[in-house]
């Protein structure tokens, strides 16, 4: 993948932040990467032990900040499953993809309301439209009257209908690009995954690199390695062409290791500069993109 994805904007309204000021959070979008509940080499597998432990946290999350917490799930097995194979002569050939991604939504959703969240499940592909360049032409309204009525939007990939005539499936990394046209400034988005940032040192490495421009996006880049063949999407590079894209546009981003026990999140609210000191991160923002 080529150069940012851009994003159909609907404020653009800048000014400049020195790094180490912090903003308040308008908005959290936060994604359970498939890593951390489903092993996508084994079809359809989904952990729903890690679900349920995910679905705890968000809800306490969500109590304290009902209207600015959006939630995003991977597609896990089910999601890459659904893309492999995929006939791309077929310009409908991805829709089986719409499917296993309502059906883990749908997990997601039980899950959450289990734990007395008001969860809706909502389709990407009912609310965007993809532009020849790769933005998105949104519709708005739904995600910001669904956080207006104090419920949780539950988001993934989707098929989605492009200009071309022609469905393309995308990843779940690629969500908060939609939400930076539908939310005012102040949107940080966390991608919890199985890695504690981008490492600087390969794969199982420690050497994590704390901040990504996306005016030099360099060296992270430089730092990705292989994805698994299990992967059907961009992996790891997916995600950072997305954040980077997000954080051109004034979000602040993170790619943090996920854990679903024995961990506090209640950070993830706080300004940046009141986060515990021995939280690891890969921070993708930019100061002067900032709104």
């Known amino acids: 993948m080529s150069g940012l994805p851009a994003i159909d904007r609907q404020h653009d309204r800048t000014r400049t932040i020195p790094l180490g000021v912090s903003r308040s959070v308008t908005v959290l979008a936060i994604k359970v990467g498939g890593s951390l509940f489903s092993d996508k080499s084994v079809e359809n597998s989904l952990d729903m032990s890690a679900i349920a432990d995910y679905a705890r946290i968000v809800a306490g999350l969500f109590r304290e900040n009902r209207g600015r917490l959006v939630f995003i799930t991977g597609g896990g097995a089910p999601g890459h499953g659904a893309l492999r194979g995929n006939d791309g002569g077929d310009p409908f050939g991805c829709i089986p993809l719409t499917k296993a991604l309502a059906d883990v939504r749908w997990v997601w959703t039980e899950a959450l309301r289990r734990e007395g969240v008001r969860a809706l499940p909502l389709q990407l592909g009912a609310m965007a439209l993809l532009e020849d ?159």
């Open 133 to 291: 360049d790769g933005s998105f032409s949104v519709r708005s309204d739904v995600l910001t009257r669904v956080l207006d009525s104090g419920a949780l939007p539950v988001l993934s990939g989707d098929s989605v209908l492009g200009t071309d005539g022609r469905l393309h499936g995308l990843s779940s990394d690629r969500v908060p690009e939609f939400l930076v046209g539908t939310t005012e400034a102040g949107l940080r988005v966390v991608s919890l995954t199985d890695v504690p940032g981008i490492l600087l040192d390969g794969p199982d490495g420690k050497d994590v690199l704390s901040h990504v421009d996306p005016a030099f996006p360099e060296r992270a880049y430089s730092a990705l390695w292989a994805k698994s063949p299990w992967d059907s999407t961009g992996a790891l590079r997916t995600k950072l062409d997305a954040l980077l894209a997000c954080a051109s546009a004034g979000a602040e981003c993170f790619i943090m290791r996920g854990s679903a026990r024995n961990t506090d999140y209640d950070h993830l609210f706080s300004p940046f500069r009141d986060w515990p000191e021995d939280v690891s991160y890969t921070r993708i923002w930019s100061p002067a993109a900032a709104t």
